[in-house]
């Protein structure tokens, strides 16, 4: 039972255009979100996190939004560029201090010039 | 954030055989996570490493077949045993950490294929 579910396995866009990644979750006890990227060959790397007191988190190119009565998340990336090519996770996890963290598959975004 | 190093990034391991991960991180931290990712999978967590006390394992792993080693506050070690071919994925150290103590982060994997 996936608890946390990226439906889309991959994404393109051309450069300059809005990605937007979605993200959706089954466990209403999940309060605390996070998204990491992941080249190939390389670890996850941490981008943006979300709590559920907000329904919007912005950080630069990069923006969370929460839609708790859907337990749905995207993020959204303005404007596209061919390094954020890459695969997107999403995680979620129960108060932002418990660490341990449930992962969607992810999905992968090309970007492309 | 921290700096997670891991060793090795990559092997090729024969069936039936041991092979152990380390994991080194730049700062003290008091929980330390090993991951795993399957090839098209998500990222499972398959232990949590505290420090001066056993892991803790999540379902469907084992003491017996991934144990773990704390022996201080900046390293860890994950033992894959008995390998089989459906052990071949990507295994990673994670620590919580960052300004608000929140935050998981990510070594760069190891990247086992058993034949």
């Known amino acids: 039972d996936q608890q946390v579910k990226q439906n889309s396995p991959s994404l393109s866009v051309q450069e300059g255009r809005i990605s937007i990644l979605n993200c959706d979750y089954t466990?209403?006890?999940?309060?605390?979100f996070l998204w990491y990227k992941k080249y190939p060959a390389e670890g996850p790397t941490f981008l943006i996190s979300?709590?559920?007191?907000?329904d919007k988190n912005e950080d630069g190119r990069f923006t969370v939004f929460l839609n708790k009565s859907a337990k749905h998340l995207s993020l959204h990336i303005v404007p596209s560029q061919p390094g954020d090519s890459a695969v997107y996770f999403c995680?979620?996890?129960?108060?932002?201090?418990?660490?341990?963290?449930?992962f969607g598959k992810g999905t992968m975004l090309l970007v492309s010039p | 954030s921290a700096v997670i190093s891991q060793k090795p990034s990559r092997d090729i391991c024969q069936r039936g055989t041991s092979l152990t991960i380390q994991c080194q991180v730049d700062?003290?931290?008091?929980?330390m996570f090993w991951y795993r990712q399957q090839p098209g999978q998500s990222l499972t967590l398959i232990a949590t490493?505290?420090?001066?006390?056993?892991?803790?394992?999540e379902s469907g792993f084992v003491i017996d077949k991934f144990p773990i080693s704390r022996p201080n506050l900046t390293f860890s070690t994950l033992t894959v045993s008995n390998m089989s071919p459906e052990d071949s994925s990507i295994y990673l150290c994670?620590?919580?950490?960052?300004?608000?103590?929140?935050?998981?982060?990510f070594g760069e994997g190891s990247w086992l294929t058993v034949v």
């Open positions: 994670s620590v919580r950490a960052g300004s608000s103590g929140n935050t998981i982060y």
């Open positions: 466990n209403s006890m999940f309060d605390y």
């Open positions: 979300i709590s559920s007191i907000k």
């Open positions: 995680a979620a996890s129960v108060g932002s201090g418990y660490s341990t963290l449930t």
């Open positions: 700062s003290q931290v008091t929980m």
């Open positions: 490493a505290n420090q001066g006390s056993e892991a803790t394992y």
